[in-house]
């Protein structure tokens, strides 16, 4: 099939991965008239439960992948962290959108900066780790404070440390458990941004809003949009990605996210080629959501308008707020700009994603001001 072909409503499209991505994804699509298989190592995952077929299989099991690429008519992913040869594997039967080798760049902490680096996007300065010396001659060279994270398969701060003045090396060495490590020089930010960008076949780009995220323990708390940035910097943090997908030549979409710095530069974090839990204010808030802009991106639709229709806030509910029991998701909902997301998790555990909540506002203020309010209600008797 020529791959300038759209893939028509109708169509099968594969997932792997089966969490709240996959699950948001999944929705927008059988709201556009497709039809969804996902993949994931779990039963009745959160993407699961809407799609038409789940297969719950490891993602190294390259017979399954093939089974499950045999069937679809385009795979794309809400999960990052699976092997090139498994996307290589699905690519025999579908394509697969974004493409395997973005994937394979963005899920490795230093392939992915040395690729922004080699092309001119901004970074911290970084270093790679493998062994007690690099990390004492990195400290040197580059100066502390900074952050030392396993470069593979890292996300929310998992498998990174902080180091400051008087750190001890050999025990932060020692916690990389001999995988591989990047050092970073720790970014005294001022904000921390993020783009959700979309592009497709034939170089058509669309980026969000640009949103600006607050973390709590490594995990976003909350997002905002419009960020509260000059027009000025919301356009080259756009452009930004724009050089970004055009680069890595992506199809599909792509998150960008970004630090401020206190003396104006825009640096990048990370990439994650796929959405982002700080574009899930788009379901309520755009004329497009992320998803249907996935979907859109990865089977050759024109791309939707992103335009935002009210300032909006989006606070994440962790596994944390059902320590005293269910929550109250009757109080959280007496606001009627309220809108609760739940993913269908059965286990509350700490730090775990289980839903989110969003407001629309007149101003991003009274967005996120009621936003925060609706969540406090959900642990009030
Ligand atoms: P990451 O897993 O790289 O997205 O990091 C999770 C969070 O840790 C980021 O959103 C930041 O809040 C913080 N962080 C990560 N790297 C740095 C850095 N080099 N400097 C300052 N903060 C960082």
């Known amino acids: 099939m020529n791959p300038a072909?759209?893939?028509?409503?109708?169509?099968?499209?594969?997932?792997?991965?089966?969490?709240?991505?996959?699950?948001?994804?999944?929705?927008?699509?059988?709201?556009?008239?497709?039809?969804?298989?996902?993949?994931?190592?779990?039963d009745d995952s959160p993407a699961g439960q809407i799609g038409d077929l789940e297969y719950a299989a490891a993602y190294e099991d390259l017979d399954r992948i093939r089974e499950f690429a045999r069937r679809v008519n385009v795979v794309t992913f809400e999960f990052e962290n699976v092997h090139a040869a498994s996307t290589a594997a699905a690519a025999e039967f579908a394509p697969v959108r974004p493409d395997g080798w973005?994937?394979?760049?963005?899920?490795?902490?230093?392939?992915?900066?040395?690729?922004?680096t080699q092309n001119g996007f901004p970074?911290?300065?970084?270093?790679?780790?493998?062994s007690l010396t690099d990390l004492e001659s990195a400290a040197r060279d580059l100066g502390l404070p900074a952050v030392l994270k396993t470069a593979d398969f890292g996300y929310d701060g998992k498998g990174q440390v902080k180091l400051g003045p008087g750190a001890n090396y050999a025990e932060a060495f020692a916690g990389l458990r001999g995988a591989e490590g990047i050092y970073e020089t720790f970014v005294d930010f001022e904000k921390e941004l993020s783009v959700v960008a979309a592009r497709t076949l034939s170089g058509q780009f669309q980026a969000f809003p640009?949103?600006?995220?607050?973390?709590?323990?490594?995990?976003?708390?909350?997002?905002?949009?419009?960020?509260?940035?000059?027009?000025?910097?919301?356009?080259?943090a756009v452009d930004l990605a724009e050089g970004i997908l055009t680069k890595l030549d992506l199809v599909g979409l792509l998150t960008?996210?970004?630090?401020?710095?206190r003396d104006g530069r825009l640096l990048v974090n990370e990439l994650a080629p796929r959405t982002h839990n700080s574009g899930h204010l788009t379901i309520d808030a755009c004329v497009t959501s992320q998803f249907e802009q996935q979907v859109r991106a990865v089977c050759g639709l024109p791309l939707g308008s992103t335009e935002l229709y009210a300032p909006a806030a989006m606070a994440n509910l962790l596994g944390d707020l059902w320590r005293p029991g269910e929550p109250q998701w009757?109080?959280?909902?007496?606001?009627?700009?309220?809108?609760?997301?739940?993913?269908?998790?059965?286990?509350?555990?700490?730090?775990?994603?289980?839903?989110?909540?969003?407001?629309?506002a007149r101003t991003t203020s009274e967005a996120l001001?009621?936003?925060?309010?609706?969540?406090?209600?959900?642990?009030?008797?």
């Open 123 to 130: 970074v911290t300065p970084f270093r790679a780790i493998n």
């Open 5 to 42: 072909t759209p893939i028509l409503p109708g169509a099968t499209i594969g997932v792997l991965g089966g969490g709240q991505l996959g699950r948001m994804f999944a929705i927008a699509a059988r709201e556009l008239g497709y039809r969804i298989h996902v993949y994931s190592p779990d």
């Open 210 to 236: 640009v949103f600006e995220n607050t973390h709590a323990n490594h995990i976003l708390d909350v997002t905002f949009a419009p960020a509260a940035i000059e027009e000025r910097l919301a356009e080259e």
């Open 330 to 360: 009757a109080n959280a909902l007496e606001d009627p700009s309220v809108k609760l997301h739940l993913y269908g998790k059965r286990e509350p555990r700490p730090g775990r994603k289980m839903g989110h909540l969003t407001a629309t």
């Open 256 to 261: 960008v996210e970004m630090f401020l710095t």
């Open 102 to 116: 973005v994937l394979h760049t963005t899920q490795n902490r230093l392939r992915e900066k040395s690729f922004l």
């Open 369 to 381: 001001r009621r936003v925060i309010r609706a969540r406090d209600q959900l642990l009030a008797k």
